[in-house]
């Protein structure tokens, strides 16, 4: 992985050098010397795929996959609830 391939999986994650620095225990200029490499260190690389893939697991729910289920659900409850009023109405005039 090259240094600008590690800078674009940094901005995917959300993640700035800050952060890299802290997590693999370098100062942010020891990251940044990294330009001049062909690639950059294994341990980095391995660290932000595992970040990548993490990241990836956060924000992979399936919330907005129910979300017309979930309102077609509340609105037919709401109907019950109207259904119910009729019936109690219909009871009264008796």
Known sequence: MTYKEFLETLEEVELDLDSAAEALELEISDIKAWEDE?????????????????????????????????????????????????EEEEENKK
Not at 74 to 86: A, I, P, R, S, V
């Open 38 to 86: 062909d690639e950059i260190p294994k341990s980095a690389e391995k660290w932000i795929k595992k970040e990548k893939v993490e990241f990836a697991e956060l924000h992979n729910t399936n919330e907005d996959d129910n979300f017309e289920d979930e309102e077609s659900e509340l609105e037919d409850e709401g109907n019950e609830d109207l259904d119910f009023e009729e």
